[in-house]
């Protein structure tokens, strides 16, 4: 999951988080494990008891399945997630995503984007559809629990997957746009790797040269960050690749993109 950066938010009509789990307000943090607060940093969605949000977010969930859920405290974020989604499935089933999606907590809408990922009667174009509007969320948190739910299926039919995300890369959203490249960098954070595109990286241009000037720093970044991943397999690949959208027009957009693609490799030569 990428880590948004750890200083306070002062976006005007944003509430501003704590940026430390020992300085979460106590009303704060109940707020948030009822579901009735969004989390407003990475340090408060780690906060968040589980057990406890899940139980307010489906009152009639079996205590057995709280109980299930209250035992896994001490397992990572990305393991609990998925927990909470295979509970709510054996509980609902996907009848259970409107209210889900809807719901006022981030994390609420997190465990959505899991049972989309965990459901095993959706079509892989059924699934990326249900995805869309959380990777299109306005949350951050909830932009990446959407492409790391669904990350297992591309890496398990990756061409198939391809086909299907080259559309978004065109779409007006710079969330949607994103999330096409995001969810396909080759080594990724806090996710397996794809070992197709850590193999060969040019299976990746058909999403990477639509937004090599993206005007959004949003998808700027995970390109760069795309192509960073892919240099540390292939630095000449992303070499020949930066030297050719240089010669073709030198924006300031792919100049960012071109500064992160080489960070790793920048006085490095040949491919060790």
């Not at 909830?142 to 065109?170: C, I, Q, S």
Request: with cysteine.
């Amino acid at each position: 999951m990428h880590q948004p950066s750890t200083r306070k938010q002062s976006v005007p009509g944003r509430r501003t988080g704590a940026v430390r789990r020992a300085d979460i307000p106590a009303h704060v943090l109940a707020a948030l494990n009822a579901g009735t607060l969004e989390s407003a940093t990475l340090a408060e969605g780690l906060a968040v008891d589980y057990a406890a949000l899940l139980a307010a977010a489906v009152p009639d969930m079996a205590p057995a399945c709280i109980s299930e859920m209250a035992a896994a405290a001490d397992l990572g974020i990305t393991r609990r997630m998925n927990l909470a989604a295979k509970l709510l499935l054996s509980h609902g089933g996907t009848a259970l995503l409107p209210m889900l999606s809807g719901h006022a907590s981030d994390t609420v809408r997190g465990f959505a984007c899991f049972v989309i990922g965990l459901a095993s009667d959706l079509a892989a174009t059924d699934r990326l559809n249900a995805m869309r509007p959380f990777a299109d969320d306005p949350h951050f948190g909830v932009r990446e629990w959407a492409w790391m739910a669904v990350r297992p299926h591309v890496a398990r039919d990756l061409g198939a997957w391809m086909t299907m995300l080259e559309p978004l890369v065109h779409e007006q959203s710079e969330r949607l746009r994103r999330f096409a490249i995001e969810i396909t960098r080759p080594r990724g954070v806090w996710c397996a790797h794809l070992a197709e595109l850590r193999h060969d990286p040019a299976k990746g241009l058909a999403l990477l040269v639509p937004v090599r000037n993206d005007p959004a720093k949003y998808v700027q970044d995970s390109v760069g960050n795309w192509l960073n991943d892919a240099a540390k397999d292939h630095p000449e690949f992303v070499r020949d690749l930066c030297a050719v959208w240089e010669r073709e027009g030198d924006s300031p957009a792919n100049r960012r993109i071109r500064s992160r693609a080489l960070r790793s490799i920048k006085g490095k030569g040949g491919d060790g």
